[in-house]
Every structure is written in C-alpha cells, then in structure tokens.
C-alpha cells in the first residue's frame, strides 16, 4: 500500500542552521573566485554577474550552465564542497529536538534544496539530523538542464519522489521568498523563514512568515506530538 501522508520539506541552507553561521558569506566569496576565474572579469564585474544570475534563476550555477557551458559538477567541487563546514557546524541539540517533536505518524520529513547531493549530506549530518528525514530531493549538477527552485518542475519532482498525494498536502519551510512564493502558487502551505535583523518582505509571499524554526509549532500544531 503506498504511504498516503503529508510531505513536509525543509530547505537546507540558511534554514536548518543559521545565516550568522557565515557559511553563507564563506560560499558567496568561493562563488565570486570562481567567476573572476573561470570567466576572466574583474571583481566589480563578477559581483554583478552573480547577482543578476541569483535573482533571475534562484542559484548562480544556473545561470553559468545556461551562458557559459561551465560544468556544474565542477563549480560544486570548487564552491560548496571547498567549505569548510566541519569547522563551522556542529550538532544541533534544540534542532533535533524540534524535528523530534514532530509527529513522523502524521507526516513524511523530506529535505529540498537547491544544493548538490554532496552539500546537502555533509549540512545535515554535521547538524546531526541527518536520520530524523526519510528523503532528499537536490539540484542534479549532473543532469542539465538543471531543474532547482523556484521552478514549479523543481516541486513537482519534489512531490513524485517523496510521493506526495497531493499538491495541498505539502507542507514548506524556506528562507527564500521566491522559493515560498512559487511553491505557495502551486497550492503547497509555505513557511517563509526570515530570521531576525533581517528585513521584512515589503509583502507577504507565502501562508505564514516565522522568525524561528520554533514557531512550526504554532503554524502547524496538528503535525506535532501532542
């Protein structure tokens, strides 16, 4: 009999830890290395190439595959698997508790990230909850073109590898707005994660807006343990 629960998805990077964790920042200065290297620009002129790529396809890689034939595989050994994370992350005791909490009998736990599968590992096992999820759906650097968020493709692979029943069982978690904005515009109920000292979205893009994982608690309570 196939497993008719609610899927809820987490993102990974800038979610499940946080943003102070400057892994962030580390990966935004091995990202600029690569464009000043692999595209021959000047600093001010990667700068702004990144950031374009970013807003306009929700990841750099995206736009490097799409105009400059750069094989993702190669930027992902380069960028995310260069971090040094096990020098930054370590287990997180009230993350594992909150996930804990959650009623595995209610819901099926998946993570959806935008990260390469390698990436994606390492994050969550340093956090060290890497057991409490059933699945994982990624980028594939390996397939191009690449399907990521926010592209509805990206969430609906989602759904038919975690096998979600239907589109309004999904339940999300993201510090991206765009990401919670598209996946909101398919009929999932997304959880916009802004983290305090960073500023409010100018409108709402998603069901709710949190500024702690800890507040899944009151979102969702019918997900969690009694």
């Not at 990667?46 to 595989?73: F, M, N, V």
């Not at 994982?136 to 609906?156: N, S």
């Not at 919670?180 to 009929?187: F, L, M, Q, V």
Request: glycine letters at 4%.
């Amino acid at each position: 009999m196939a497993d008719s629960k609610p899927v809820f998805f987490f993102d990974i990077d800038n979610c499940l830890y946080p943003r102070g964790s400057n892994i962030h920042d580390e990966m935004q200065k091995l990202i600029h290395q690569f464009f000043v290297r692999h595209l021959s620009l000047n600093a001010d002129d990667a700068h702004l190439l990144h950031t374009k790529y970013y807003k306009e396809y929700g990841l750099a890689i995206e736009g490097l595959t799409r105009h400059h034939k750069i094989d993702p595989l190669e930027f992902n050994r380069q960028v995310d698997d260069a971090l040094p994370l096990d020098q930054i992350l370590k287990p997180d005791p009230k993350l594992r508790k909150l996930l804990e909490d959650i009623d595995r009998d209610k819901v099926k736990m998946w993570l959806l990230t935008n990260a390469y599968v390698t990436h994606a590992n390492r994050v969550v096992k340093l956090l060290g909850v890497e057991d409490l999820f059933e699945g994982i759906t990624y980028c594939d650097y390996g397939q191009t073109p690449l399907v990521c968020k926010p592209t509805q493709a990206m969430y609906e692979k989602a759904e038919k590898e975690a096998g979600a029943p239907s589109t309004e069982q999904c339940y999300f978690v993201d510090d991206s707005g765009l990401n919670c904005k598209h996946a909101a515009d398919r009929g999932w109920q997304t959880v916009h994660l802004v983290e305090h000292g960073l500023p409010m979205p100018e409108a709402p893009v998603s069901q709710f807006l949190i500024r702690d994982l800890e507040e899944l608690r009151t979102c969702f309570p019918h997900l969690f343990k009694s």
